[in-house]
């Protein structure tokens, strides 16, 4: 099993542009997630998924959409990237809610110039 | 709302030298707890976890006890190595959660030789 996986591993963008991140996993998990991951600051919830075709807010959600079209995979797109949006993104995944363990993928570095 | 709060890093120690990270939490109910550990380069991946108070989670010679009363959540180790470098993320998921985690800020961990 390959676990989550994550594309690209490193971007640079320039204000304005757009693109995807991709999350996969192969765990049939039910529960997945994106984070971002600043200095000092942990990790925060950008959007989450419940199952196949849901998704909601989480904790910083502005200027992100997502989709989750295929149980196996979790877009999060950046419409119009800014400075602010440079940082690592992390996806995960669980098997179901609360007190399962949630797996992560390797992260992207994501730079806005 | 709930939070967790952990020491700040980065905490130097010599290898085989006693490691203590503190990890408090405030939140409503009974959550679990867990700690994630982040090597470098790499997503963060479970260490260990406590499901209700007084449980003890343990894993790879780390241990953390949870601790209603003061509302902690310490991770300890009694002889680290240098491969326990890392950065270790204290988190909770609330009672009535559908997943989602809140993260301390972190604390790297560097062992010397």
């Known amino acids: 099993n390959a676990g989550v996986t994550q594309t690209p591993k490193f971007r640079v963008l320039k204000t304005g542009q757009s693109m995807t991140l991709l999350c996969a996993q192969d765990?049939?998990?039910?529960?997945m997630y994106w984070y971002r991951q600043d200095p000092g600051m942990g990790l925060r919830l950008i959007h989450y998924?419940?199952?196949?075709?849901?998704?909601a807010k989480g904790e910083v959600p502005d200027g992100y959409n997502v989709s989750r079209l295929k149980k196996q995979n979790f877009l999060l797109g950046l419409e119009s990237a800014a400075p602010s949006q440079t940082s690592v993104y992390f996806c995960?995944?669980?098997?179901?809610?609360?007190?399962?363990?949630?797996?992560f993928g390797p992260g992207t570095r994501l730079l806005v110039l | 709302g709930d939070s967790v709060t952990q020491m700040e890093g980065p905490v130097t120690l010599s290898e085989e030298a006693f490691l203590t990270i503190n990890c408090t939490y405030t939140?409503?109910?009974?959550?679990?707890l867990f700690w994630y550990v982040q090597y470098p380069g790499e997503g963060l991946q479970l260490l260990l976890k406590a499901t209700k108070a007084d449980d003890k989670g343990s894993n790879k010679g780390f241990e953390a006890t949870y601790r209603k009363e003061t509302t902690s959540f310490h991770l300890e180790k009694g002889s680290v190595q240098v491969s326990d470098s890392a950065v270790y993320f204290c988190?909770?998921?609330?009672?009535?959660?559908?997943?989602?985690?809140?993260f301390g800020a972190g604390t790297q961990v560097v062992v010397t030789p």
């Open positions: 995960a995944s669980s098997e179901s809610s609360g007190r399962e363990t949630q797996y």
């Open positions: 765990m049939n998990h039910e529960y």
């Open positions: 939140a409503t109910g009974y959550p679990s």
């Open positions: 988190a909770l998921s609330p009672t009535d959660s559908w997943g989602k985690l809140q």
């Open positions: 998924s419940v199952g196949e075709g849901t998704t």
